[in-house]
């Protein structure tokens, strides 16, 4: 009986989180995604093209699940999730395979996956919750534990990536300077110390440089990948437009936004994966992931339940008591007569 109950009032509260989302925010990537894809199916053959696009299909699915969690269950189970995150991504540094001195990758069959990006969204959205809720210096032992985990794998985008957005989420949400400029520090730190273990990979033509491969066969391709990335950046910033959204929301829809610029800018400097254009399940699904947290939490609250104006006129007769409910709405009782001689 008691799931039967739980079980009803989870799929109630799922039913109640769908209304008002802003669904359209899932198909941001999908241009990107696609034109990787058709990229890599003209320079690296099909394969490559269907394994991107089962990533696409799982990140949908990913983003949708998350965006259907209600928002108060994201906020306050955030924390855990983040900090499971940052101990999936020590596991990786610690056990995970390793390549060229670098371990940012965890075998689960044929696939290898890179926590340290799998696991920023679930990393930005416990930093989001702590600060939103004052807990600075919860926040900063998340910040600096993340930022360790993510210094062992050896890879300085990925710290620069982490420590940028922190640094953004306590600026916009917290809006406490002294609280921004520590996360800086260990921002700072962070790739400081990355960048000297960064053993700086070898590009991967259809990964790292997917740019390249689009350019050598048609420079429009390339136009066009560039400009399906632009739009996925841009798309959680419209939400900005919004007078009603809180901080906590504009602060993710930042994040969200500079998770996917960082790394596309810092393509230009070092060999890193191009989001969601290069062939890399992780990035799709974690840039789907953080949508479908943005998608949650600029869920609005519903409106309250007005009094009704007839009956909140209305004086009470004499002799009577009135209750009013936390609804508003109010009836009369009469008084029992006194049976007592």
């Given at each position: ?18 209304r ?20 890599m ?10 394994a991107?696009?089962?990533?696409l299909?799982?990140?949908?699915g990913l ?35 390793s ?48 930022q360790?985990?993510?210094v ?9 990536t ?78 900005l ?13 930042l ?44 869920r ?16 009470p007769?004499?002799?009577?008591t ?20």
């Amino acid at each position: 009986m008691f799931v039967r109950v739980l079980a009803g009032a989870l799929a109630q509260d799922r039913a109640e989180a769908r209304r008002g989302l802003s669904w359209w925010l899932l198909a941001a990537p999908l241009m990107a995604v696609v034109v990787g894809a058709f990229g890599m199916s003209l320079s690296e053959g099909g394969r490559l093209r269907l394994a991107q696009l089962l990533f696409l299909f799982v990140g949908l699915g990913l983003g949708a699940w998350m965006a259907c969690t209600p928002r108060r269950i994201l906020l306050y189970e955030g924390p855990l999730a983040g900090w499971l995150a940052v101990v999936a991504v020590a596991l990786a540094a610690t056990l995970g395979s390793s390549l060229g001195g670098a371990s940012r990758w965890l075998a689960i069959g044929p696939l290898m996956i890179q926590m340290s990006v799998l696991a920023a969204p679930f990393v930005l959205l416990g930093l989001t919750s702590l600060v939103a809720r004052g807990r600075a210096r919860h926040a900063l032992a998340l910040g600096l534990a993340a930022q360790a985990a993510f210094v062992a794998t050896a890879d300085a985008v990925a710290s620069l990536t982490l420590g940028g957005v922190a640094v953004i989420v306590c600026a916009v949400v917290a809006k406490r300077w002294r609280l921004t400029m520590m996360m800086g520090a260990i921002a700072v730190a962070g790739l400081a110390i990355a960048a000297i273990l960064d053993p700086m990979l070898a590009p991967v033509a259809h990964s790292e440089g997917i740019l390249g491969l689009f350019t050598a066969v048609s420079p429009a391709l390339t136009v066009l990948g560039l400009v399906a990335l632009l739009i996925a950046i841009a798309a959680p910033l419209l939400l900005l437009r919004r007078a009603s959204l809180d901080a906590p929301t504009r602060g993710l829809a930042l994040a969200v936004a500079l998770s996917l610029a960082i790394p596309a800018a810092a393509t230009t400097v070092v060999a890193t994966v191009v989001p969601l254009l290069g062939y890399s399940g992780s990035t799709v699904v974690a840039a789907y992931l953080g949508i479908g947290a943005l998608i949650s939490l600029s869920r609005q609250a519903p409106p309250a339940v007005a009094p009704d104006p007839v009956r909140a006129e209305a004086a009470p007769q004499s002799g009577t008591t009135t209750i009013t409910p936390k609804f508003g709405s109010a009836f009369v009782r009469q008084p029992e007569p006194c049976t007592y001689g």
